[in-house]
């Protein structure tokens, strides 16, 4: 991941919430990843993503920023769950759109960024609450990624 174009991006001071800026066309919107443990043995932490309200400082998983720097803002993440898994460890990472559109569309960007996503992580995908090493062309309700 370390290839790929991102952004530069703050940690707050657990390491479980993290932002940084979109820059685009339509402007310059702030962006909030947040980890929240919800599973342990194994232990999964859930990946929140998306537009940071400005209003209650919340995340908003259903703007549409439509800013044309998806894979730059799909490589930021990556480079929090690589931060985030210094300070707690190589744990499970599970992530799922907020509508399945939006889960396709994480889907083809892992599948466009495979080749560079699978040198630092496992990817798997849970389809019909079954988990399989990820594949492309395969449509998957979620997914669950480890760093190596």
């Given amino acids: 991941m370390m290839?790929?174009?991102?952004?530069?991006?703050k940690a707050g001071k657990d390491f479980q919430?993290?932002?940084f800026y979109s820059e685009g066309p339509n402007g310059k919107i702030k962006k909030k990843?947040?980890?929240s443990k919800f599973q342990d043995d194994p232990t999964i932490y859930n990946l929140a993503f998306?537009?940071?309200?400005?209003?209650d400082g919340e995340?908003?998983?259903k703007a549409v920023t439509d800013n044309k720097d998806r894979d730059i803002v799909l490589a930021t993440v990556?480079?929090?769950i690589n931060?985030?898994?210094?300070?707690f460890g190589n744990h499970l990472i599970y992530a799922k759109g907020s509508t399945p559109a939006r889960t396709r569309l994480y889907q083809m960007s892992i599948s466009r960024l495979y080749a560079e996503i699978s040198m630092?992580?496992?990817?798997?995908?849970?389809?019909?609450?079954?988990l399989y090493t990820f594949q492309n062309n395969v449509n998957y309700d979620s997914f669950l990624i480890k760093r190596k």
């Fill in 33 to 35: 990843i947040i980890y």
């Fill in 83 to 87: 931060n985030f898994c210094d300070h």
């Fill in 120 to 130: 630092d992580f496992d990817v798997f995908g849970i389809k019909d609450n079954e």
């Fill in 78 to 80: 990556a480079k929090t």
């Fill in 17 to 19: 919430e993290f932002s």
């Fill in 50 to 55: 998306g537009d940071e309200s400005s209003v």
């Fill in 59 to 61: 995340i908003d998983d």
């Fill in 3 to 9: 290839h790929l174009e991102s952004y530069d991006y």
